[in-house]
């Protein structure tokens, strides 16, 4: 069993920058690959970036170029670096981890992002 929680979320003026973090606890994780989601009101989950067990990364384009994700598998730890921020990121944003080879998700409890104009 695997838990997420994340944090770093808060109130910054647009054009800021924010750092998330998302802490796993149990074992294995360094062999997960683990992404970065959001959820506005009314609005979907989507997807904004992914980060694979060998370290490979991926970006909507909604984020790319402004947004970064990293992980550090000594600590158990996944990033999201949030630079250039915009109103249209307010949302509460959720880590998620997924092991290899079987069709699990694990996610946090999210941390709520709002970007004022």
């Known amino acids: 069993q695997v838990q997420l929680v994340e944090s770093g979320g808060g109130l910054v003026q647009a054009g800021g920058s924010l750092r998330l973090s998302c802490v796993a606890s149990g074992n294995g994780f360094s062999t997960f690959d683990v992404a970065w989601y959001r959820q506005a009101p009314g609005k979907e989950r989507e997807l904004l970036t992914a980060?694979?067990?060998?370290?490979?990364?991926d970006y909507v384009d909604s984020v790319k170029g402004r947004f970064i994700i990293s992980r550090d598998n000594a600590k158990n730890m996944v990033y999201l670096q949030m630079n250039s921020l915009k109103p249209e990121d307010t949302a509460v944003y959720y880590c998620n981890a997924r092991p290899p080879y079987l069709n699990i998700d694990y996610w946090g409890q999210g941390t709520q992002v709002t970007v004022s104009s």
């Open positions: 980060i694979t067990n060998s370290g490979r990364t």
